[in-house]
């Protein structure tokens, strides 16, 4: 049984900006509001003053046929330096804002909170600005999928457009700005991956690193050349990945799960719990219903401590910290703000394991291909000994204590 709590944060891997910028005469949302659905505002707002004119510099329509998107372009000044500014939106006649899932029209406000928000100017190594925003179903159901895929940002100056490995064109726009949505596709896809076609009709490759996805380690041989280290336990085979196990957010939206794949070794690799969208790990932002590839979740093969006939169950807490708190959840549910994770693994003779905590009792039953269980409590058990057995298909039970790590 290991004893050991790791601390994590979920940042939602966008930037971000909250948002009230009249664009034109006013007219009707055309949205639905889900009744019940706070829209509350975020305390913190980083104000972004336009410094000029405001105007779209992208527009594409929605493949669902629902209101257009558009690329806001501005310029700010802060702190006597001046910087162009992109944001990411919706239209509702000339109303430039967001439509998060199930919820209303909302106009966009000129700050970095609550719509993706791009600000600055510099294209490193010549490399296109790009970024890739995944909208998802509404998550009331604890079951998002991806439903619009957006690839937004700038080209560099001497880019006349660019195309990505999987084929997707992307256009320069006014002031370079480039905008291209797609249905739902997979989280972590498109790979920014691809080639910059100049102005003078050369070529030029370009690539993203793959989102959560660490650099293998290298070792310099004895012939000076750097080779890559095979990682302990093998690598993941990403296209058998499946979800072992889900369970429920306290405070309503995606549900938790960790997701698991063979590896090239004949082991098994896991993630570390996350929210789950499709299939894959994600940071969620609930106000917006944005997901990226959580990029502390990646799929990971080496097992150090297994479990065993003399330990049957190994058992870890994580202690999560979540911005952009949906306030659905933490108002109208009273939840407690934060998670706290248990997971674990069992040997495959486990029929079942029994979590006693001062909340409640849960019994859980293990994955049978992976032997892995999943729990999730709002907030924290400060100062508890968390109370874990392993029932056998022997009847036999093994009890261990876990540090809550709160």
Not at 100 to 114: E, H, I, M, N, Y
Not at 220 to 226: A, C, I
Request: proline residues 11%; hydrophobic residues 35%.
């Amino acid at each position: 049984m290991t004893r050991r709590f790791v601390i994590t944060v979920l940042v939602a891997g966008i930037a971000i900006g909250c948002g009230a910028a009249l664009l034109g005469d006013r007219v009707p949302a055309r949205s639905v509001p889900t009744v019940g659905a706070a829209d509350t505002a975020p305390a913190q707002r980083v104000p972004l003053p336009p410094h000029g004119p405001v105007k779209i510099a992208a527009r594409a329509a929605d493949p669902g046929g629902g209101a257009a998107w558009a690329v806001r372009r501005f310029v700010t000044r802060q702190r006597e330096a001046t910087f162009a500014c992109l944001q990411l939106g919706r239209l509702d006649g000339t109303r430039f804002g967001w439509i998060a899932p199930g919820r209303p029209f909302r106009l966009a406000r000129f700050d970095q909170v609550d719509i993706p928000t791009s600000c600055g100017g510099k294209f490193h190594a010549g490399m296109p600005s790009l970024s890739v925003a995944t909208l998802t179903t509404d998550a009331s159901n604890g079951l998002p999928q991806p439903d619009r895929t957006i690839i937004w940002g700038a080209l560099p100056p001497r880019a006349a457009s660019a195309r990505l490995s999987d084929g997707t064109r992307l256009d320069r726009g006014a002031d370079g700005v480039v905008l291209v949505v797609l249905p739902g596709r997979p989280l972590g896809t498109p790979r920014l991956t691809g080639t910059l076609r100049l102005t003078s009709g050369a070529s030029r490759r370009f690539a993203y690193p793959r989102p959560g996805v660490f650099p293998p380690r290298t070792l310099r041989g004895r012939d000076g050349k750097v080779r890559p280290v095979p990682p302990r336990g093998g690598s993941p085979l990403r296209d058998r990945a499946r979800v072992a196990v889900r369970a429920p957010d306290p405070a309503g939206g995606a549900a938790w799960g960790i997701v698991t794949a063979p590896s090239t070794r004949g082991g098994t690799c896991r993630s570390a719990p996350a929210r789950i969208v499709g299939n894959r790990p994600a940071s969620v932002n609930p106000r917006l219903g944005l997901a990226t590839p959580d990029p502390f979740a990646d799929l990971q093969c080496s097992d150090r401590r297994p479990p065993s006939a003399a330990h049957p169950l190994r058992m870890d807490v994580h202690l999560t910290s979540i911005p952009q708190e949906d306030p659905t959840g933490t108002v109208q549910l009273r939840r407690l703000n934060d998670r706290t994770v248990l997971h674990g693994r069992t040997t495959a003779d486990v029929r079942a394991v029994t979590i006693t905590t001062s909340r409640d009792i849960r019994t859980l039953v293990p994955d049978p291909r992976t032997h892995t269980v999943l729990a999730v409590y709002d907030g924290r058990l400060p100062g508890e000994q968390v109370k874990t057995t392993a029932t056998l298909r022997n009847g036999r039970r093994v009890t261990v204590l876990q540090s809550s790590g709160g």
